[in-house]
């Protein structure tokens, strides 16, 4: 009997403590970018493809003499990759995405059989490949090809070289941007591995002189990414078997085991921080880097020290600092746009007070149709659940802020 009254002690502790992780999961701030962004120059849609009857006709005749060229030479000629590769151009040209990502993949084929599955001929290939996938929005085409990408220029090992970084940096934007609209559920072990995977080369690069000093910075950057949008989607506790369980799951016998995303977020702060902290050992008088380590703490409502950060970050730059921004502002967080099917443009008027609240919100539809069209709710939710950088009175003490933005809310 004593051990069933202590049992259900345990679990009404248990619950009582799941009931508080939620309650301060629902405080957690919404990242800009997330998904409101800045519309600047993103806000395009791409180019109508050319559709007259001189490309249309050009295509034919390009398709009409690279089926003579391998009837000649043979469907693996070495001379055939550059033909192939100006017929797909073509076919982009008339909007007929189909046909020059085939193009491209018999491209790369011949590429393969003539130099070798890791030959550097298959690099502008693949370029060429992931950039029609931006062009016709095709996500899950872009992330394989990046992937084989960076698989191609050696995984992410060192030494390192430029192709290799820009190649990871590429990859793992692709995979948070595909991250970011869908959810997490089912997905702990993946995200795990990736972020394990990112974050051992993100220190290496940064502890790497020959490289550090050009890509700590973007390594740093594209990991922290990767936290704002974990403390964002992922609910900590919820839905969790352990505390259906508490005595019997084996799952949780330690942290010192490789940690489940949970026990990641709860200790998201200080990983955040000490990245930020690496970063500033590589440029110790970064405007950017201090800026987003005081982002990062601000965020957390750590204030003090945010302050103490900023007014280190104004003294490099005081421009920055006259008007407030939305947080994150560094590392930023953004769409890709070229893979949404929609978004609203509007524009943003608010107050930022000292304290980093938004006030006196009005929002209006950037392109409104009518004079009574009026943007949806959950834009204004989204901004009032932001938080905020103030602005700064000769980079000393935080004041209020009118801030003017032209945005638009990816759905």
Request: glycine share 6%; proline share 5%.
């Amino acid at each position: 009997m004593m051990s069933r009254l202590l049992h259900c002690y345990l679990r009404q502790i248990l619950c009582l403590a799941f009931w508080c992780a939620c309650v301060a999961q629902a405080n957690t701030p919404v990242p800009f970018g997330l998904p409101v962004q800045y519309r600047i120059e993103s806000e395009h849609r791409l180019a109508e493809a050319a559709t007259d009857v001189s490309a249309l006709a050009a295509l034919d005749t390009a398709e009409s003499d690279l089926a003579g060229l391998e009837q000649a030479l043979g469907p693996y000629h070495p001379d055939l990759a550059a033909v192939i590769l100006d017929v797909a151009a073509a076919a982009t040209e008339t909007g007929d995405y189909e046909l020059a990502s085939s193009l491209y993949d018999k491209a790369l084929h011949n590429a393969r059989v003539n130099d070798g599955l890791y030959g550097d001929q298959q690099l502008p290939i693949l370029r060429g490949l992931l950039d029609l996938f931006l062009l016709s929005g095709d996500r899950q085409g872009f992330e394989a090809r990046a992937a084989y990408q960076f698989r191609l220029l050696g995984s992410g090992l060192p030494p390192f070289e430029e192709g290799e970084l820009r190649a990871a940096i590429e990859l793992f934007g692709a995979s948070l941007d595909a991250l970011m609209g869908v959810s997490w559920e089912g997905r702990s072990q993946d995200l795990v591995r990736m972020h394990d995977r990112f974050d051992d080369m993100a220190e290496a690069v940064c502890a790497d002189e020959a490289v550090s000093f050009r890509w700590c910075k973007a390594f740093t950057f594209m990991l922290v990414r990767f936290y704002y949008l974990l403390e964002y989607k992922l609910e900590a506790f919820v839905d969790d078997p352990r505390f259906e369980g508490v005595f019997s799951d084996t799952e949780w016998r330690s942290l010192e085991r490789e940690p489940r995303l949970e026990a990641l977020q709860r200790r998201l702060f200080s990983r955040g921080e000490k990245a930020f902290e690496r970063l500033l050992v590589v440029s110790p008088n970064s405007h950017d880097a201090l800026s987003a380590l005081a982002d990062w703490n601000w965020f957390y409502r750590k204030r003090d020290k945010a302050i103490t950060l900023y007014r280190r970050a104004c003294s490099l730059e005081p421009s920055r600092f006259k008007t407030a921004r939305p947080l994150p502002e560094y590392p930023d967080l953004a769409f890709e746009l070229a893979f949404q099917a929609s978004y609203v443009s509007v524009n943003v008027s608010l107050i930022v007070t000292d304290k980093g609240r938004a006030r006196d919100l009005e929002i209006e539809l950037a392109h409104a149709e009518s004079e009574g069209d009026r943007p949806p709710g959950r834009i204004r939710r989204a901004m009032r659940g932001m938080s905020y950088r103030p602005a700064f009175d000769d980079c000393i003490d935080p004041v209020d802020s009118q801030l003017e933005l032209d945005l638009i809310y990816v759905d």
